[in-house]
T-cell receptor, first 109, second 113 residues
Framework: GQSLEQPSEVTAVEGAIVQINCTYQ??????LSWYQQHDGGAPTFLSY????GLEETGRFSSFLSRSDSYGYLLLQELQMKDSASYFC??????????FGSGTQLTVLP | DGGITQSPKYLFRKEGQNVTLSCEQN?????MYWYRQDPGQGLRLIYY???????QKGDIAEGYSVSREKKESFPLTVTSAQKNPTAFYLC????????????FGQGTRLTVV
């Protein structure tokens, strides 16, 4: 089966940089993706890594190390609207998409 | 507009009754997924389907059933066998490629009364 671990909570101030880590165990790894979910809303896709290295999308970047089964989401120039839950997810060879338990990010003024 | 639609947004059920949650997508995606989310928790996979007339159990399939008779539709039935059905249910769809993002519906909040 698949399992993912990420911190339950992270707090940072506006304008800061925050990193949310994710470690995973899966068979037939196809990629690690990240989603954002605001309270009461639906998750929305942020980024995806299939190969080792850093992917940058605006203020958000995501990193993957397949040998370490580890990835992270980096959020720069934090804004109040970034307060949300962030989930890492892995897709395996059977195309099953499994999510971590989520990290609640609180951005303080 | 292309997207994925879940209905209803809120649903109340009496104990012992089955209830079906609707999920429709017009994104031409092969893969569809059902997740359950409890307050302050992550998304747990109930069922997923990669192709019409085929579906696989996820981590918490007990007490749930699905069908995939059409590519566009993946309804979820919460049966009376599900002992704690009150939760937020999310449906998602994705394309064939491993890199394809998953698109989510707005969710159905089910409450057992």
């Amino acid at each position: 089966g698949q399992s993912l671990e990420q911190p339950s909570e992270v707090t940072a101030v506006e304008g800061a940089i925050v990193q949310i880590n994710c470690t995973y165990q899966t068979s037939g790894f196809y990629g690690l993706s990240w989603y954002q979910q605001h309270d009461g809303g639906a998750p929305t896709f942020l980024s995806y890594n299939a190969l080792d290295g850093l992917e940058e999308t605006g203020r958000f970047s995501s990193f993957l190390s397949r040998s370490d089964s580890y990835g992270y989401l980096l959020l720069q120039e934090l804004q109040m609207k970034d307060s949300a839950s962030y989930f890492c997810a892995v897709r395996d060879s059977a195309r099953q998409l499994t999510f971590g338990s989520g990290t609640q990010l609180t951005v303080l003024p | 507009d292309g997207g994925i639609t879940q209905s209803p947004k809120y649903l109340f059920r009496k104990e012992g009754q089955n209830v079906t949650l609707s999920c429709e997508q017009n994104l031409n995606h092969d893969a569809m997924y059902w997740y359950r989310q409890d307050p302050g928790q992550g998304l747990r996979l109930i069922y997923y389907s990669q192709i019409v007339n085929d579906f696989q159990k996820g981590d918490i399939a007990e007490g749930y059933s699905v069908s995939r008779e059409k590519k566009e539709s993946f309804p979820l039935t919460v049966t009376s066998a599900q002992k704690n059905p009150t939760a937020f249910y999310l449906c998602a769809s994705g394309g064939d490629g491993a890199a394809t993002e998953a698109f989510f519906g707005q969710g159905t909040r089910l409450t057992v009364v």
